[in-house]
């Protein structure tokens, strides 16, 4: 059973607009949460990360919100652009300090 | 060269040949992980290793075997592999402790 679930394969965005990826987990004993970004041909890049003592961090355009009763964190991404059209994959992270991904995201950025 | 690298970027394979995936990291790391990653699905975490010694094996069966020979370097010997191995083999490396991991652009592998 997925520990860390992307529920939605694809998103497109027109450039300008937000982009909201979702990403939910079922295990209460993660404490950190990353995001990560990855070209075709490429391996994955690390975006962004959250501790679970927050609910919100930022970093230029990019957002990662955490709501731990529900278990679920989110990343925006505003304004969007091309470059940012990847798969981007949402992990999580407890006590052993290993990360248990998500399935990933296709986000398309439309010119 | 900077970050983590990884050679050959591409591997076709037969059933009963033997082959060696090379993972180094540039990053003043001391650990390292190697991870599968099937079409559609999350990466799976195969093998850690912490300050050269091994700290996680996954249920990974024993046709594939790593080796970290010193804290830059991570290899993984491939023997007798079946077509179901077929994926994206991605090498990382983090500093022990942190949740932070680097990958390298990783390895097609293709079993025959």
């Known amino acids: 059973d997925q520990q860390v679930k992307q529920n939605s394969p694809s998103l497109s965005v027109q450039e300008g607009r937000i982009s909201i990826l979702n990403c939910d987990y079922t295990?209460?004993?993660?404490?950190?949460f990353l995001w990560y970004k990855k070209y075709p041909a490429e391996g994955p890049t690390f975006l962004i990360s959250?501790?679970?003592?927050?609910d919100k961090n930022e970093d230029g355009r990019f957002t990662v919100f955490l709501n731990k009763s529900a278990k679920h964190l989110s990343l925006h991404i505003v304004p969007s652009q091309p470059g940012d059209s990847a798969v981007y994959f949402c992990?999580?992270?407890?006590?052993?300090?290993?990360?248990?991904f998500g399935s990933g995201t296709q986000l398309t950025v439309l010119p | 060269e900077t970050g983590v690298t990884q050679t050959p970027r591409h591997l076709v394979m037969g059933m009963t040949n033997k082959k060696s995936l090379k993972c180094e990291q540039h990053?003043?790391?001391?650990?390292m992980y190697w991870y599968k990653q099937s079409a559609k699905k999350p990466l799976e975490l195969m093998f850690v290793?912490?300050?050269?010694?091994?700290?996680e094996n996954n249920s990974v069966p024993s046709r594939f075997s790593p080796e970290c020979p010193n804290s830059s370097h991570l290899f993984l010997h491939l023997h007798t592999l079946q077509p179901e191995d077929s994926a994206l083999y991605l090498c990382?490396?983090?500093?022990?402790?942190?949740?932070?991991?680097?990958f390298g652009p990783g390895t097609r592998l293709l079993v025959l």
């Open positions: 990382a490396s983090s500093l022990q402790g942190s949740e932070t991991q680097y």
């Open positions: 295990n209460s004993m993660f404490d950190y």
């Open positions: 959250i501790s679970s003592i927050k």
């Open positions: 992990a999580a992270s407890g006590s052993a300090r290993q990360l248990t």
């Open positions: 990053l003043g790391h001391n650990a």
């Open positions: 290793y912490s300050l050269e010694e091994r700290v």
